[in-house]
């Protein structure tokens, strides 16, 4: 199978911008006080300790997938439509 740059693995430094990027846009939403958006966001450390310990990955690619996937939860839970938005 032939990886186009869309299938193509994203890389640590690429997962973490998103994880991020959502952070950013939790913490401008107003439905989240700052005390609310720190405490959700030591799940996102907990996923990249979990990760670190439990992957001898060189590349990053499974600490970065682990703090993005907890970072979507978040952001699912407290902006539910936030995908459509623009």
Do not use: F
Request: hydrophobic share 35%; proline share 6%; charged share 30%.
């Amino acid at each position: 199978m032939k990886e186009t740059p869309d299938s193509a693995p994203a890389t640590y430094e690429d997962l973490m911008r998103q994880t991020r990027r959502i952070y950013r846009e939790l913490e401008q939403y107003d439905g989240i006080t700052p005390r609310q958006l720190q405490k959700e966001w030591e799940t996102v450390e907990a996923a990249i300790y979990v990760a670190l310990d439990t992957t001898d990955d060189e590349s990053g690619q499974v600490v970065g997938r682990a703090a993005l996937e907890a970072a979507q939860q978040i952001r699912a839970r407290w902006i539910p439509n936030a995908d459509d938005l623009p």
